[in-house]
Nanobody, 117 residues
Framework: QVQLVESGGGLVQPGGSLRLSCAAS????????MGWYRQAPGEQRELVAT???????NYADSVKGRFTLSRDNTKNTVYLQMNSLKPEDTAVYYC???????????WGQGTQVTVSS
């Protein structure tokens, strides 16, 4: 019903920047929350940031001041601008979508982000 296509991952040096994009298609509801989660090797998936259709954001403490989440409702796309990247940011990043008040959520396929010298 909802498809999420991610792009923008890659290899970057510490202190560098990347921008991830997630484009949603299918049965998109106007009121929803989208965001990014990440999972490092051997670790559990954790919240990075979320944003509502109204623009309210929520960030993990570890990324506050470095990452910025935004969305273009016309394009049904969210963007995660990642600055001052650290090796600890290395993970597979997954896009997430959930309709407001909905019980069902959707996930992207994941995109690898590697921060290393």
């Amino acid at each position: 019903q909802v498809q999420l296509v991610e792009s923008g991952g890659g290899l970057v040096q510490p202190g560098g920047s990347l921008r991830l994009s997630c484009a949603a298609s299918g049965s998109i509801f106007s009121i929803n929350t989208m965001g990014w989660y990440r999972q490092a090797p051997g670790e559990q998936r954790e919240l990075v940031a979320t944003i509502t259709s109204g623009g309210s954001t929520n960030y993990a403490d570890s990324v506050k001041g470095r990452f910025t989440l935004s969305r273009d409702n016309t394009k049904n796309t969210v963007y995660l601008q990642m600055n001052s990247l650290k090796p600890e940011d290395t993970a597979v990043y997954y896009c997430n979508y959930q309709r407001f008040g909905g019980y069902r959520e959707y996930w992207g396929q994941g995109t690898q982000v590697t921060v290393s010298s």
